[in-house]
């Protein structure tokens, strides 16, 4: 039975275009706005963060948090969609600007804690068990500024934390080699990996890969992915594109390099990614210069774009790429791949 894959995407890949040098450009959708988006684009899936559920949630009682939590539960219910996750937003704080779970100040890591179990509770009563951590802050500006050692125990200590605090959550680990910071602890799913199994209970930490992170690291997407779908570690993806190494672009999925895009589709599709419910998660951002009532367009298309690759994943001979490989023909193969991909 073919795999029929189930899409989500996160209320901030609908944004107003702002970027370090220019400020928006479009008005934003509000959230009701937005979640009424998703079945028209083909989404079934909806991935947060903690405030995108709840704003401002470090002012707010407990019972603040699990009222707003309802009522967008209620409004999820309404459109048919699924909470896929919830990430703790832990890099916009006051608190969070020397790291978070790794801040010299035990104060800070304290605070961090705090809100992600917060984070944990609005999971819950959303009905969601995949807890995502972007550790976009523990790192560094200067090597000397902390112990990278240190760090990976004050990680584990907040995961373990984390872990004994809820007894049915998965946390699944989004790596990135840099920005915001200049070098991150966590920079590859192998890192993230090692953490998993260090951690209290291997079998409840994992990964979410994205595609322009792993470049970023110099990788290659489908390798990475390959590498944790073998130890059934990858939970979530986030696919998008990337021109090369610069800042994070989160381009639409396949439109810089096709071929790279195929071969994630391929790694997905031949490890049966997705048969355990895992969702194919995009992050992906709209370019500035599009007009506000066409600034859904990047979704629309990546997931297409996913859908026509899975098209020439299923169909292309595999009976003759195992005739090229077995004469180590690679040459043969490489072109084989190229025409099909041609449609030739
Ligand atoms: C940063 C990211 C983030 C995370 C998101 C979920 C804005 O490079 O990719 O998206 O995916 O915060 O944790
Ligand atoms: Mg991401």
Not at 183 to 204: E, Q
Not at 213 to 242: C, F, R, T
Request: charged content about 25%; some cysteine; proline content about 4%.
């Amino acid at each position: 039975m073919a795999t029929e894959y189930r899409f989500s995407f996160g209320p901030w890949n609908i944004h107003e275009g702002a970027d370090p040098f220019g400020p928006s450009v479009r008005e934003a959708f509000d959230f009701d706005e937005k979640v009424g988006f998703y079945r028209g684009l083909g989404f079934v899936g909806i991935q947060f963060h903690d405030d995108d559920i709840v704003p401002d949630i470090d002012d707010k009682t407990h019972a603040q948090l699990m009222s707003r939590t309802k009522t967008v539960k209620a409004q999820l219910d309404n459109h048919g969609l699924t909470p896929e996750v919830v990430a703790p937003r832990l890099w916009e704080s006051p608190q969070t600007l020397d790291g978070a779970y790794t801040a010299n100040a035990a104060t800070e890591r304290a605070y961090a804690l705090e809100r992600s179990k917060r984070c944990v509770d609005i999971a819950n009563e959303i009905g969601c068990k995949n807890i995502v951590l972007w550790l976009a802050r523990e790192g560094t500006y200067i090597r000397e500024s902390k112990s990278s050692s240190g760090a990976v125990g004050y990680i584990l200590d907040a995961i373990n934390a984390l872990l004994a605090y809820d007894a049915e959550i998965r946390i699944l680990i989004e790596p990135k080699p840099n920005e915001p910071m200049d070098i991150a602890y966590i920079p590859t799913i192998g890192h993230a990996i090692g953490l998993a199994y260090a951690s209290a209970d291997p079998g409840r930490v994992g990964g979410l890969i994205e595609s322009a992170h792993a470049i970023l690291a110099g990788l290659e997407p489908s390798d990475e992915m390959g590498y944790a779908l073998y130890h059934k570690k990858l939970w979530s993806v986030h696919l998008n594109d990337q021109n090369g190494l610069k800042f994070d672009q989160d381009k639409a999925f396949g439109s810089v390099n096709l071929r790279r895009a195929f071969n994630q589709v391929r790694v997905l599709e031949e490890n049966g990614y997705g048969r355990n419910g895992e969702f194919v998660g995009l992050d992906v951002k709209v370019m500035r210069t599009q007009p506000r009532e066409l600034s859904t367009k990047h979704l629309l298309s990546s997931r297409r774009t996913f859908l026509n690759l899975l098209e020439k994943v299923r169909t292309y001979d595999r009976e003759v790429a195992q005739a090229f490989i077995a004469s180590r023909d690679y040459e043969g193969l490489d072109f084989y791949i190229l025409e099909h991909l041609l449609g030739k």
